[in-house]
Nanobody, 125 residues
Framework: VQLQASGGGLVQAGSSLRLSCAAS????????LGWFRQAPGKKREFVSS????????YYADFVKGRFTISRDSSKNTVYLDMNDLQSEDTARYYC???????????????????WGQGTLVTVSS
């Protein structure tokens, strides 16, 4: 599985960004896909995930109400729409895929099987 993340950039606080994760051509019906982030000097942390087959989603508490994860099966792409970005959202964002998780919540606690390269999001205050 190959994952290609894009959409990062430098934005001002309060702005929005859409991250995209294009996955290699295959069926993801049994996969959970999601996003993690890693800020400078901090551990990588879970952000959000989506069960491909049902579009059930799960979010870290710190992004609820601001971020929305979605997927487009016709494009094999997962999106992360981020609104009201704050300086603490500055991080490299990584997409991930897990063929073994059975629900979206599991990605928050179990290491995913596949990682994409990150895309950098910088929020200036």
């Amino acid at each position: 599985v190959q994952l290609q993340a894009s959409g990062g950039g430098l934005v001002q606080a309060g702005s929005s960004l859409r991250l995209s994760c294009a996955a290699s051509s295959r069926t993801f019906d049994n996969y959970v896909l999601g996003w993690f982030r890693q800020a400078p000097g901090k551990k990588r942390e879970f952000v959000s995930s989506i069960l491909w087959s049902t579009s059930n989603t799960y979010y870290a508490d710190f992004v609820k109400g601001r971020f929305t994860i979605s997927r487009d099966s016709s494009k094999n792409t997962v999106y992360l729409d981020m609104n009201d970005l704050q300086s603490e959202d500055t991080a490299r964002y990584y997409c991930a895929a897990d063929p073994w998780a059975t629900n979206a919540r599991q990605m928050a606690t179990l290491p995913p099987g596949y990682w994409g390269q990150g895309t950098l999001v910088t929020v200036s205050s």
